[in-house]
């Protein structure tokens, strides 16, 4: 169920930053992570939630931010 559902945030995540959609991407990063999380890979769900803080910090995106 993971690796679908990876894919599936991984496909909307290359879209939006196809379409420099900041907000999307941050939201695909925070899905990207939350799926890396519940499957225990956590250095990678780090890592990605960690991405989407850094560009919803650089959005001032005050909810992206609580999200993460």
């Given amino acids: ?16 930053e ?3 959609d900041e907000h999307g991407m941050c939201a695909s990063y925070n899905n990207i992570g939350s799926v890396y999380m519940a499957s225990g890979e956590y250095k990678e769900a780090v890592s990605w939630l960690e991405k989407g803080l850094i560009l ?7 909810q992206i931010k609580k999200d993460i």
């Fill in 56 to 62: 919803a910090s650089q959005q001032d995106d005050k």
């Fill in 1 to 16: 169920i993971y690796d679908k559902a990876l894919k599936n945030h991984l496909d909307a995540f290359r879209v939006r």
């Fill in 18 to 20: 196809t379409f420099h």
